[in-house]
Each structure stands twice: as C-alpha cells, then as structure tokens.
C-alpha cells in the first residue's frame, strides 16, 4: 500500500487531510512486538494486516475501518478514505 498506493494522486490529495500513525508489528525485540501486537489489538481489534482505522480526533470514535483489498483495484480504499474524510467535514 505505502508503495503501490499511497502515491496515487487521489489517496495522497486525501491523505494530506489525515493525520497518519503506523504500527509495524516486525521489531526483533520480542517484547516490543508484544507490545506493538497489543496496541494492534488495543486501536484495531484484530490482527489483520494491512488495517486502517480512521478515529476522530476529538472524539476518538471509529469512523471507518478498511481491510483487505488489491494493489491492482485500490478505488475501495480511495472510496474509504472518501466517505470518512466527508463525515469528519460534517462534523
């Protein structure tokens, strides 16, 4: 996604709104993956990887969640970011 993706003029005009935060689950330290794993767990409530999970900042309420998808068809993340950016707006 950070390669094939993210660069697409339509994800990185959205993405400029955002206010981004990565959890990488592969440190070598074994403690601090566990903690990395628990903070995975903790802000998306599951495993999965790649997930995204946009939060309101005031709030802190889930807006949207994305999960999945292809490098070949990335208008379902466009799409997410999309309906989650004009819900923020609304707000």
Do not use: C, N
Not at 10 to 21: D, F, N, S
Not at 48 to 56: G, K, L, N, S, T
Not at 71 to 89: A, C, H, N, R
């Amino acid at each position: 996604m950070e390669v094939s993706i993210f660069p697409k003029p339509e994800v990185r005009a959205l993405k400029q709104r955002w206010v981004e935060a990565r959890l990488h689950s592969d440190a070598h330290d074994l403690a601090l993956r566990e903690r990395i794993a628990g903070l995975i767990q903790t802000v998306a409530g599951s495993p999965a990887q790649p997930i995204y999970v946009a939060v309101d900042p005031t709030s802190e309420e889930e807006l949207g969640r994305f999960q999945g998808g292809t490098i070949k068809d990335w208008s379902p993340f466009v799409e997410f970011m999309t309906v989650v950016t004009k819900d923020l707006e609304a707000r």
